[in-house]
Protein backbone atom coordinates (compact mmCIF):
# COMPACT_ATOMS: atom_id res chain seq x y z
CA UNK A 1 0.00 0.00 0.00
CA UNK A 2 1.17 3.73 -0.57
CA UNK A 3 3.12 5.17 2.71
CA UNK A 4 2.64 7.72 4.09
CA UNK A 5 6.22 9.18 6.70
CA UNK A 6 5.44 11.58 9.71
CA UNK A 7 9.13 13.61 10.79
CA UNK A 8 9.33 13.76 14.12
CA UNK A 9 7.99 11.07 15.49
CA UNK A 10 9.08 12.53 18.82
CA UNK A 11 10.05 15.81 19.93
CA UNK A 12 10.13 18.03 22.76
CA UNK A 13 9.65 21.62 23.13
CA UNK A 14 9.51 24.57 25.54
CA UNK A 15 6.83 26.56 26.02
CA UNK A 16 6.12 29.60 23.91
CA UNK A 17 7.99 28.24 20.82
CA UNK A 18 6.81 26.70 17.88
CA UNK A 19 7.18 23.04 16.29
CA UNK A 20 6.86 21.84 12.86
CA UNK A 21 5.91 18.34 12.11
CA UNK A 22 5.85 17.00 8.39
CA UNK A 23 3.78 14.75 6.44
CA UNK A 24 5.15 13.24 3.33
CA UNK A 25 3.34 11.17 0.62
CA UNK A 26 6.25 8.83 -0.13
CA UNK A 27 5.45 6.91 -3.02
CA UNK A 28 2.10 9.03 -4.88
CA UNK A 29 0.61 12.27 -4.95
CA UNK A 30 -1.50 14.25 -2.40
CA UNK A 31 -3.59 16.84 -3.19
CA UNK A 32 -5.14 16.27 0.16
CA UNK A 33 -4.02 15.81 4.03
CA UNK A 34 -6.29 15.46 7.32
CA UNK A 35 -4.56 16.14 10.41
CA UNK A 36 -5.48 14.37 13.55
CA UNK A 37 -4.67 14.74 17.37
CA UNK A 38 -4.90 11.87 20.22
CA UNK A 39 -5.58 12.42 23.41
CA UNK A 40 -4.14 9.84 25.57
CA UNK A 41 -6.36 7.06 25.83
CA UNK A 42 -9.07 8.85 23.22
CA UNK A 43 -10.09 8.59 19.93
CA UNK A 44 -8.03 10.91 17.04
CA UNK A 45 -10.27 13.84 16.65
CA UNK A 46 -9.89 15.80 13.01
CA UNK A 47 -8.44 18.95 12.98
CA UNK A 48 -7.97 20.42 9.52
CA UNK A 49 -7.97 19.45 6.23
CA UNK A 50 -4.91 20.32 4.34
CA UNK A 51 -5.16 21.58 0.71
CA UNK A 52 -2.05 21.55 -1.49
CA UNK A 53 -1.53 25.06 -3.14
CA UNK A 54 -5.06 26.78 -1.08
CA UNK A 55 -5.68 27.07 2.44
CA UNK A 56 -7.02 24.48 4.88
CA UNK A 57 -9.69 23.85 6.23
CA UNK A 58 -10.20 24.00 10.12
CA UNK A 59 -12.62 22.19 12.36
CA UNK A 60 -14.90 23.84 14.40
CA UNK A 61 -12.88 24.95 17.53
CA UNK A 62 -9.37 24.35 16.21
CA UNK A 63 -7.51 27.69 16.37
CA UNK A 64 -5.99 28.22 13.08
CA UNK A 65 -3.48 30.59 14.34
CA UNK A 66 -2.32 28.58 16.36
CA UNK A 67 -1.96 25.24 14.75
CA UNK A 68 -0.71 26.46 10.70
CA UNK A 69 -1.03 24.00 8.27
CA UNK A 70 1.26 24.35 4.72
CA UNK A 71 0.68 22.14 2.04
CA UNK A 72 3.13 23.56 -0.71
CA UNK A 73 3.44 20.47 -2.68
CA UNK A 74 1.69 17.64 -3.57
CA UNK A 75 3.72 15.16 -1.02
CA UNK A 76 4.30 17.15 1.67
CA UNK A 77 2.13 19.55 4.48
CA UNK A 78 2.94 20.65 7.36
CA UNK A 79 1.75 21.35 10.67
CA UNK A 80 3.04 23.78 12.48
CA UNK A 81 2.71 24.55 16.30
CA UNK A 82 3.07 28.32 17.42
CA UNK A 83 3.40 29.11 21.07
CA UNK A 84 3.55 25.95 22.22
CA UNK A 85 1.93 25.49 25.91
CA UNK A 86 1.36 21.92 27.77
CA UNK A 87 -2.04 21.42 26.71
CA UNK A 88 -0.74 21.21 23.01
CA UNK A 89 0.96 18.11 23.99
CA UNK A 90 -0.33 15.44 22.37
CA UNK A 91 -0.14 12.82 19.28
CA UNK A 92 -0.51 14.24 16.39
CA UNK A 93 -1.46 12.17 13.17
CA UNK A 94 -1.54 12.81 9.14
CA UNK A 95 -3.00 10.71 6.68
CA UNK A 96 -3.61 11.08 2.86
CA UNK A 97 -6.23 9.65 0.70
CA UNK A 98 -5.09 7.31 -1.61
CA UNK A 99 -6.12 4.13 -4.19
CA UNK A 100 -8.96 3.73 -6.17
CA UNK A 101 -11.11 7.02 -6.01
CA UNK A 102 -9.04 8.09 -3.55
CA UNK A 103 -11.54 6.08 -0.94
CA UNK A 104 -8.40 4.64 1.31
CA UNK A 105 -6.73 6.93 3.98
CA UNK A 106 -3.19 6.17 4.93
CA UNK A 107 -1.90 7.31 8.03
CA UNK A 108 1.66 8.39 9.07
CA UNK A 109 3.07 7.12 12.42
CA UNK A 110 2.35 9.88 14.46
CA UNK A 111 4.03 12.62 16.17
CA UNK A 112 4.55 12.36 20.16
CA UNK A 113 4.78 16.15 21.31
CA UNK A 114 5.39 16.98 24.63
CA UNK A 115 5.70 20.78 25.56
CA UNK A 116 7.12 21.30 28.70
CA UNK B 1 -24.10 15.76 12.54
CA UNK B 2 -21.79 13.16 11.88
CA UNK B 3 -20.90 10.40 14.63
CA UNK B 4 -19.50 7.18 15.37
CA UNK B 5 -19.78 5.71 18.69
CA UNK B 6 -17.90 2.02 19.98
CA UNK B 7 -19.81 0.53 22.50
CA UNK B 8 -17.03 -1.09 24.34
CA UNK B 9 -13.60 0.91 25.92
CA UNK B 10 -11.98 -2.24 27.04
CA UNK B 11 -12.17 -5.77 26.18
CA UNK B 12 -10.44 -8.64 27.46
CA UNK B 13 -10.82 -12.16 25.94
CA UNK B 14 -8.53 -15.69 26.30
CA UNK B 15 -7.02 -16.99 23.02
CA UNK B 16 -9.50 -19.14 21.06
CA UNK B 17 -11.86 -16.96 21.88
CA UNK B 18 -14.49 -14.85 19.37
CA UNK B 19 -14.30 -11.26 19.89
CA UNK B 20 -16.89 -8.72 18.57
CA UNK B 21 -16.90 -4.73 18.67
CA UNK B 22 -19.84 -2.84 18.35
CA UNK B 23 -19.67 0.35 16.15
CA UNK B 24 -22.58 2.37 15.20
CA UNK B 25 -22.67 5.37 13.10
CA UNK B 26 -25.17 8.55 12.00
CA UNK B 27 -24.32 10.51 8.83
CA UNK B 28 -26.34 12.84 7.16
CA UNK B 29 -25.95 10.82 3.88
CA UNK B 30 -23.81 7.65 1.95
CA UNK B 31 -21.14 6.77 4.32
CA UNK B 32 -18.25 4.76 3.93
CA UNK B 33 -16.81 2.92 6.98
CA UNK B 34 -13.71 1.36 8.19
CA UNK B 35 -12.13 -0.39 10.87
CA UNK B 36 -8.46 0.29 11.83
CA UNK B 37 -6.48 -1.03 14.26
CA UNK B 38 -3.47 -0.01 16.27
CA UNK B 39 -0.96 -2.04 17.31
CA UNK B 40 1.49 -0.54 20.38
CA UNK B 41 3.82 1.60 18.87
CA UNK B 42 2.99 1.39 15.53
CA UNK B 43 0.99 3.21 12.57
CA UNK B 44 -2.79 2.82 11.89
CA UNK B 45 -3.33 -0.13 9.30
CA UNK B 46 -6.90 -1.16 7.75
CA UNK B 47 -8.83 -3.48 8.66
CA UNK B 48 -11.16 -3.52 6.06
CA UNK B 49 -13.46 -1.03 4.61
CA UNK B 50 -17.49 -0.96 3.59
CA UNK B 51 -18.07 1.54 0.63
CA UNK B 52 -21.36 -0.52 -1.04
CA UNK B 53 -22.53 -4.13 -1.88
CA UNK B 54 -22.46 -6.82 -0.21
CA UNK B 55 -22.78 -6.09 3.52
CA UNK B 56 -20.28 -8.78 5.02
CA UNK B 57 -17.19 -7.55 4.52
CA UNK B 58 -14.30 -9.31 4.96
CA UNK B 59 -10.65 -7.91 5.90
CA UNK B 60 -7.09 -9.24 6.72
CA UNK B 61 -5.44 -11.08 9.72
CA UNK B 62 -9.29 -13.08 9.86
CA UNK B 63 -11.01 -9.94 10.61
CA UNK B 64 -14.85 -9.16 9.08
CA UNK B 65 -17.53 -6.38 9.89
CA UNK B 66 -21.29 -6.80 8.78
CA UNK B 67 -23.06 -3.59 7.96
CA UNK B 68 -26.37 -3.32 9.07
CA UNK B 69 -28.11 -0.33 7.68
CA UNK B 70 -30.93 -0.69 9.57
CA UNK B 71 -29.28 -0.43 12.48
CA UNK B 72 -26.81 1.85 11.48
CA UNK B 73 -24.13 -0.52 12.64
CA UNK B 74 -20.78 -2.09 11.52
CA UNK B 75 -19.54 -4.51 13.88
CA UNK B 76 -16.49 -5.97 13.53
CA UNK B 77 -15.87 -9.55 14.32
CA UNK B 78 -13.20 -12.36 14.23
CA UNK B 79 -14.49 -16.40 15.30
CA UNK B 80 -10.86 -17.37 17.46
CA UNK B 81 -8.70 -14.28 18.80
CA UNK B 82 -4.87 -14.71 19.14
CA UNK B 83 -2.50 -13.03 21.36
CA UNK B 84 -1.11 -10.92 18.78
CA UNK B 85 -4.67 -9.24 18.13
CA UNK B 86 -4.31 -7.18 21.14
CA UNK B 87 -4.32 -3.70 19.85
CA UNK B 88 -6.97 -0.73 19.94
CA UNK B 89 -9.27 -1.27 17.75
CA UNK B 90 -11.48 2.10 15.86
CA UNK B 91 -13.87 2.39 13.51
CA UNK B 92 -14.38 4.94 11.29
CA UNK B 93 -17.02 6.98 8.79
CA UNK B 94 -16.61 9.37 5.50
CA UNK B 95 -19.23 10.31 3.57
CA UNK B 96 -18.60 9.43 0.05
CA UNK B 97 -18.94 12.93 -0.89
CA UNK B 98 -15.88 14.29 1.54
CA UNK B 99 -13.28 12.13 0.63
CA UNK B 100 -11.04 10.49 3.15
CA UNK B 101 -11.86 12.81 6.19
CA UNK B 102 -13.14 10.31 9.03
CA UNK B 103 -14.87 10.55 12.55
CA UNK B 104 -13.54 8.12 14.53
CA UNK B 105 -14.94 6.17 17.19
CA UNK B 106 -13.56 5.78 20.61
CA UNK B 107 -11.97 2.77 20.27
CA UNK B 108 -11.53 -0.39 21.79
CA UNK B 109 -8.81 -1.62 23.58
CA UNK B 110 -8.19 -4.98 23.08
CA UNK B 111 -6.24 -7.18 25.54
CA UNK B 112 -6.17 -10.77 24.82
CA UNK B 113 -4.65 -13.40 27.68
CA UNK B 114 -2.16 -16.37 26.47
Known amino acids: GAVVSQHPSRVICKSGTSVKIECRSLDFQATTMFWYRQFPKQSLMLMAT?????????EQGVEKDKFLINHASLTLSTLTVTSAHPEDSSFYIC????????????FGQGTRLTVV | AQSVSQHNHHVILSEAASLELGCNYSYGGTVNLFWYVQYPGQHLQLLLKYFSGDPLVKGIKGFEAEFIKSKFSFNLRKPSVQWSDTAEYFCAGGLKAAGNKLTFGGGTRVLVKP
Open chain 1, 50 to 58: SNEGSKATY
Open chain 1, 95 to 106: SAPSGTLNTEAF
